[in-house]
Every structure is written in structure tokens, then in C-alpha cells.
Nanobody
């Protein structure tokens, strides 16, 4: 089992920055990747960024150059640094941990989400 807890959301003005944190606990050795998703009201959940256990990162095109995902393994925490935020990026941001077992079956673990509101 893996537990996932997000933090760091809040209200920020357009053009501002926020750093989200995703702390994992439990069977962290089984985690193969951690991803950040977001979901705005009425929209589908969207993958924003991800990082593998080997440190390979991916970003959706709309955030490239503005968002950065990183890992502090000592703290079992993944960060999403978000700069130059736009009002349309207002959403609930979710952290997703992908765990892999010995049979290479994947299990998704989700946090409760953290609200990011970009507004003047």
C-alpha cells in the first residue's frame, strides 16, 4: 500500500508561482513513477507532468518551460514548481503514484487533491 498526500495549493495571481508537494509513504520502494494531474470543473482529468524512479520527466506541452517536477528522495516527496500561472490553470491538482509489483502489474494510488486558483 502507498499513501499519497498533496499540499501547497492556494490562491495566486496570474503570472505568479506556486510549489505543490506530494509526499508518499508506505511501500515507496514499489513506486515506478509519480505524476501530477489536474481537473477543472466540467473538464476531464489532465496529465500535467510526471517523473519516473529513474528521474525521467515528462510535461504536457502547455506547461513546458513554466512547470518543473523534481524529487527529494530523502523526504519521499515530489514537487511541482509552477511559474507564470494562468487563470485557465485553475483546477484541483492530484498526485498519482504508480506502484509496480513483482509481476509488473501496476496499481495507481491517488491523493485527495489540492486546489489551485489563479485569479486577480
Amino acid at each position: 500500500q502507498v499513501q499519497v498526500v498533496e499540499s501547497g495549493g492556494g490562491l495566486v495571481q496570474p503570472g505568479g508561482s506556486l510549489r505543490l508537494s506530494c509526499q508518499v509513504s508506505g511501500s515507496v520502494f514499489s513506486i515506478n513513477a509519480i505524476k501530477w494531474y489536474r481537473q477543472a470543473p466540467g473538464n476531464q482529468r489532465e496529465l500535467v507532468a510526471g517523473i519516473t524512479s529513474g528521474g525521467v520527466t515528462t510535461y504536457v506541452d502547455s506547461v513546458k518551460g513554466r512547470f518543473s517536477i523534481s524529487t527529494d528522495k530523502a523526504k519521499n516527496t515530489v514537487y511541482l514548481q509552477m511559474n507564470s500561472l494562468k487563470p485557465e490553470e485553475t483546477a484541483v491538482y492530484y498526485c498519482n503514484a504508480v506502484a509496480v509489483d513483482g509481476c509488473e502489474d501496476e496499481t495507481d494510488y491517488w491523493g485527495q487533491g489540492t486546489q489551485v486558483t489563479v485569479s486577480s
